[in-house]
Nanobody, 124 residues
Framework: QVQLVESGGGLVQAGGSLRLSCAASGRTFGSSAMGWFRQAPGKEREFVAA????????TYADSVKGRFTISRDNSKNTLYLQMNSLKPEDTAVYYCAARSGTSTSVYQNSYSYWGQGTQVTVSS
């Protein structure tokens, strides 16, 4: 069982930066691939970024590639999402998720555990 709690969301101007954190409890964090997803108002939840169990492999959605960086610190049971050059279209609730496998996945249904989400609002 893994419990996930996101933090770090907020209001930022376009071009600004935010760093999201996801604190995980449970003994399996270090062997779980992790991901970030987001859901904008009136839209389906979508994939943002994923990282394998060791942090050595990452995958990004085309819309955030080059601007966002996913990372993890297994010694602290924490997942991060550094978001730079933010755009108004990045406004959404951001969720972290954990899966039982060790490899990355872009598919929501491959993740078993989800956080409650943190709001990111980017003003123009």
């Amino acid at each position: 069982q893994v419990q996930l709690v996101e933090s770090g969301g907020g209001l930022v101007q376009a071009g600004g930066s935010l760093r999201l954190s996801c604190a995980a409890s449970g003994r399996t964090f270090g062997s779980s691939a992790m991901g970030w997803f987001r859901q904008a108002p009136g839209k389906e939840r979508e994939f943002v970024a994923a990282i394998n169990w060791s942090g050595g492999i990452t995958t990004y959605a085309d819309s955030v590639k080059g601007r966002f960086t996913i990372s993890r610190d297994n010694s602290k049971n924490t997942l991060y999402l550094q978001m730079n050059s933010l755009k108004p279209e990045d406004t959404a609730v951001y969720y972290c998720a954990a899966r039982s496998g060790t490899s990355t996945s872009v598919y929501q249904n491959s993740y078993s555990y989800w956080g409650q989400g943190t709001q990111v609002t980017v003003s123009s």
